[in-house]
């Protein structure tokens, strides 16, 4: 008896000094909503990891949950990593918002940061990036380089990010041509490289000649290059399959944000943030531009150092779909107006799906 | 080319993925398996497939690559249900969950690279003829395979001795067993041949719908291929018109999403007011039409039990132990 009591304390002893050697060290851990694989948006989040990675080496450890659906099921996502002595978490989807910060309540010594949503606690920050100011150059860019004047927009939900993009694009391409069109194809998945294609060649075959996407895959820029037809990347750059399609791409670059708050965690001053990184911050990065004549470039060049010098593209006079005024003339859009929005600017000939 | 050859084209590259995958699970049904793993055994060749062609250059090696790895994956279906007679439908959906994960660990490589291309054909002079041309002679040659696929079982079902005997075995195992039938040796090969079926029709995403390796990329894709063979009442050719109307109103929703009909005012007033109709539904309506048309027709047959009687496999998804 005496025996196994020891061997019970020996190893309790062991479990308690290995723990206490992890808490040594910080441990950074990542939920992601879709594969690393899908070259996408989650593929951006985890290239942030592996920078977190090269810049602290031994001084951090690191670890990812991937494929973890939205909603309750999260849940245990977070609190699996929390228990794996995990002392600062990243959920980088809208959808965990709610499960996450049920955790954060659950673990107040753990610290939280979540990706594009809108609550907080005493341990959790939000993060999100400003993904529209990219899209503004890239609409610009269409407009000089449409010979038919019209683009093509492939897009996944009716949610106030996509189309805030699709805003924020259709402002930039009317800055050059007051008259641009764009036509507008509801996928109604962010995720289906077969469906994005076949939108694409839906949408070049009804007169378009550029294409831009919110949703994950490549699909639609492969199908630009095959028709010798032009368009954007998204989330990563896309150039390897379309080198002769590709004018740029709106590139998420988390690793200067999860290195700061990673430092911070290190340093012992960590505190939830409620940020919205834009270009400025290098977050939000274009791809080279590519494909276009000089012209274009130094214009797209310059729109982008505007962007970056505090300029955004929601600058008055805007107005809505339906014509009344949104913004006067130099009025700046309030973030929260953006965060939330449900209408389209004028010239845009959709109906918004509720 | 104009917009209805255009449109057309899209139909049949959309379409044909469902129809292979759609003709190898309706063998495998016949038989009397249910095998749920499809999407599983889709994405494994999706990823054989881009694999095999990336390594060695040739889209033919990839699809062959496909095949076989798509019967190989189905093997380990067809030992846990037919010879350890564990449950269809649960392994079936553990199948397609293994596919999914083992699929991504593999590919992980792939990610990001452009694949191989599977070429269209090009008969000189046939294939430039106007209208039918390019979609007659002009496509990627999986789409003839996907049509001679459906001439073969269809023939192989109901005008060969091998065929009958395969549908007696799905119909009542137990009396094919008395006649001296080997029933768990033929759902084998079914199953096999539906595994292949499956490897090529992921094939045909990551060589010719869209040349890539991503996760998931079947999208749910062999689902469809599974409600298309119930929604074909286990008929082959049921299940080729099923697949295109399926294609068919996919490609078509993103039409009517894209179109102006501002630009549209010559076409004759019902054809206009069609259009404007169809633009005023919710595309998350149309984009769901295809499931909500199994859903009636499952209701229809239902109706009518004479009628499913039939059709359907009566030993579908029933365990079959020999000695019993």
């Known amino acids: 008896m005496k025996k196994l009591l020891f061997a019970l304390t020996a190893a309790a002893a062991m479990v308690m000094a290995v723990n206490a050697q992890a808490a040594d060290k910080l441990k950074a851990c990542f939920v992601y909503v879709g594969p690393i694989g899908d070259f996408g948006y989650s593929y951006q989040h985890e290239q942030g990891r592996q920078d977190v990675i090269k810049h602290f080496g031994d001084k951090v450890e690191t ?64 993060y999100n990036a400003r993904f529209y100011e990219g899209r503004y150059v890239m609409g610009q860019i269409a407009a000089k380089m449409s010979k038919t004047g019209v683009a093509g927009y492939i897009v996944s939900f009716p949610i106030p990010e996509v189309v805030m993009g699709i805003n924020s694009f259709m402002l930039g391409a009317q800055s050059i041509n007051p008259d641009f069109k764009l036509k507008i194809v509801w996928v109604n998945s962010w995720f289906d490289p077969g469906k994005e294609a076949d939108a694409a ?52 670059n988390w690793g200067p944000y999860y290195i700061k708050r990673v430092q911070a965690a290190l340093d012992g001053t960590w505190k939830p943030d409620n940020v919205w990184l834009g270009i400025k911050d290098d977050v939000v990065k274009l791809a080279p531009f590519t494909n276009m004549p000089d012209d274009v470039k130094a214009m797209a060049e310059a729109t982008e150092k505007k962007i970056a010098g505090g300029w955004n593209p929601f600058t008055g006079p805007v107005y809505r779909q339906d014509g009344t005024e949104w913004l006067k003339d130099g009025e700046v859009s309030d973030d929260k107006t953006l965060l939330g929005m449900n209408f389209y600017v004028k010239g845009i000939d959709d109906k918004l799906p509720k | 080319m104009n917009i209805l050859e255009a449109v057309l084209i899209t139909i049949v590259t959309a379409s044909t993925p469902l129809l292979i995958a759609a003709m190898g699970e309706l063998v495998v049904e016949r038989s009397g398996v249910l095998n749920l793993g499809v999407e599983g055994m889709m994405v494994m060749g999706s990823v054989s497939g881009f694999a095999a062609a990336y390594m060695t ?10 095949i076989i790895v798509g019967a190989v994956f189905s093997l380990l279906f067809a030992f846990l249900t037919l010879t350890l007679v564990t449950n269809q439908v649960a392994t079936g959906l553990a199948l397609t969950l293994l596919g999914l994960g ?3 660990m593999l590919g992980e490589p792939f990610v990001g690279h452009p694949g191989v291309r599977m070429d269209n054909i090009h008969i000189p002079g046939l294939s430039d003829l106007p209208l039918v041309g390019g979609l007659l002679f002009g496509e990627d040659p999986l789409f003839y395979i996907s049509i001679l696929l459906v001439i073969a079982v269809s023939w192989f079902l109901f005008k060969t001795r091998a065929g009958l005997t395969l549908r007696s075995v799905g119909d009542n195992h137990g009396s094919a067993h008395a006649l001296g039938i080997p029933v768990i040796g033929i759902r084998y090969l079914a199953v096999m041949f539906g595994g292949a079926c499956a490897g090529l029709a992921g094939a045909q995403l990551s060589l010719v719908y869209t040349p890539q390796w991503v996760e998931n990329m079947t999208a749910g894709r062999g689902w469809i291929a599974l409600a298309l063979v119930v929604f074909a009442s286990w008929r082959p050719w049921r299940v080729f018109a099923g697949a295109y109307l399926f294609g068919a109103l996919t490609i078509a929703q993103l039409h009517v999403q894209a179109i102006d009909l501002n630009s549209l005012g ?16 919710p595309t998350q309506f149309l984009s ?21 009687m039939v059709n359907t496999p009566a030993s579908l998804g029933r365990a079959f132990v020999p000695d019993r």
């Open chain 1, 63 to 126: 670890t990812y949950l991937e494929n973890v659906s939205e909603g309750p099921d999260a849940e245990r996502a977070f609190e699996r990593l929390a228990r794996q002595n995990c002392n600062l978490i990243f959920g980088t989807s809208f959808g965990f918002m709610d499960s996450e910060l049920k955790v954060a309540k659950k673990f107040p010594k753990v610290m939280f940061e979540h990706a594009t949503g809108f609550k907080t606690a005493a341990n959790m920050g939000i």
């Open chain 1, 201 to 252: 060649k839906a949408l070049f075959d009804q007169g378009a000649d550029i294409i831009t996407q919110h949703t994950d895959s490549t699909a639609p820029l492969q199908v630009a290059e095959e028709r010798g037809k032009l368009g954007f990347g998204q989330s990563s750059d896309m150039i390897k399959f379309a080198p002769k399609a590709q004018l740029t791409s709106n590139t998420d």
């Open chain 2, 57 to 66: 250059g040739s889209p033919w090696l990839g699809a062959l690559a496909a």
């Open chain 2, 102 to 104: 083992l699929s991504g």
């Open chain 2, 266 to 281: 010559f076409l004759p007033g019902p054809f206009y007011w069609l259009l404007a109709a169809l633009k005023s539904v």
């Open chain 2, 288 to 308: 769901s039409l295809p499931y909500l048309a199994t859903i009636v027709v499952l209701v229809l047959i239902s109706r009518n039990r004479r009628l499913t």
